[in-house]
């Protein structure tokens, strides 16, 4: 019998991967993901959004034309998918779904998502230079990169796709030093012997 946790992450799954394979056509599936990306977005920004989908006074057509709204170009298939959401009560479920079904295309595309944070500004060309650095290094297509400053990094950059964090900042460099310093003589931060 599996456990809560993970009969809930099958769920999610079997909700994303539902509306991921009921089109084949690329540009369709393009636009659900920006719709499930803008209502995860929605979901994390505004706490309203969640009190409409639970109000039980509110009319499920209201909660599930809320949902398909999301879609700038009405789509019967994604208007059918937020109507079985909220009549199933899954809604809440939507920012668990909208990043599994984005893993799935972002992986039928070939596509890889790297954030570089920077403390300041970097100029798009080399932005790009990253990311196809990083699609060659990753065997994929192509990179979406997207900047993220951070002043507190103060000089140099991290950068992040998926479960790989790679950190060439002063913060992260001075972090290591603070750790290798505060270690006991003769033990690496890790406690083995040097």
Known sequence: MASGGTDMADRRRAWARALFGSTTVPERRRSWGEALDALALAFAEERRIGDFLGDPGVSQADKASLLSSAL????????????????????YLLPEIALI?????????????LEVEAARSVDHAILERIGAAWARMSGTTRAETRLRLNPGLIA?????????????????????LRRDLSAPMGRSPQGKES
């Open 101 to 113: 079904y984005r893993a799935d295309l972002d992986k039928a595309e070939g596509t890889v998502r």
């Open 156 to 176: 140099g950059y991290r950068l992040r796709s998926g479960s790989v964090r790679i950190d060439y900042s002063v913060a992260g460099r001075l972090e290591r």
């Open 72 to 91: 700038t170009v009405p789509d019967e298939v994604f208007s059918r998918f937020c109507s079985l959401l909220v009549e199933k009560d899954r809604a």
